[in-house]
């Protein structure tokens, strides 16, 4: 019923909400000693099923065989990694308000961005169909 498309900009909009509430809790936590602050990645994964991989995938001739990428839009999932070893303070949290509040404005606007192309596609439909 959706094309890739439609697929793609909910994988985005789940991706950068979840981005916001990783830079929230660093932000919550920027004076937590010893709190290592969380990134979270999903473009890769959604570059490499709309643009195709950089490397070639791993062969897999099992349903149960472990793949490095995912195979279609449903399988992209955010990654939430610790950077625990880039250390801004002596007691050991390495939260800096300043680039998470950077990261926060770089997400809204992301997310302004991909709301707004929802919203241009679903006009578009709605034209389509004579409303």
């Known amino acids: 019923m959706f094309d890739l498309t439609w697929k793609v900009m909910e994988k985005d909009l789940q991706g950068l909400a979840h981005r916001f509430r990783s830079v929230g809790q660093n932000l919550a936590n920027a004076n937590t000693p ?21 490397r070639l995938p791993m062969a897999t001739t099992d349903p149960k065989h472990m793949t490095i990428h995912a195979r279609s839009v449903e399988e992209v999932t955010p990654r939430e990694d610790r950077i625990p070893d880039q250390l801004y303070r002596l007691d050991r949290n390495n939260v800096d308000p300043e680039i998470e509040m950077a990261k926060l404005a770089e997400t809204k606007m992301g997310y302004d961005a991909m709301t707004r192309l929802v919203s241009k596609k679903v006009s578009g439909y709605k034209t389509a169909m004579g409303g």
């Open 34 to 54: 010893g709190y290592a602050r969380r990134e979270v990645s999903f473009e890769d994964q959604l570059d490499d099923i709309v643009n195709g991989p950089k």
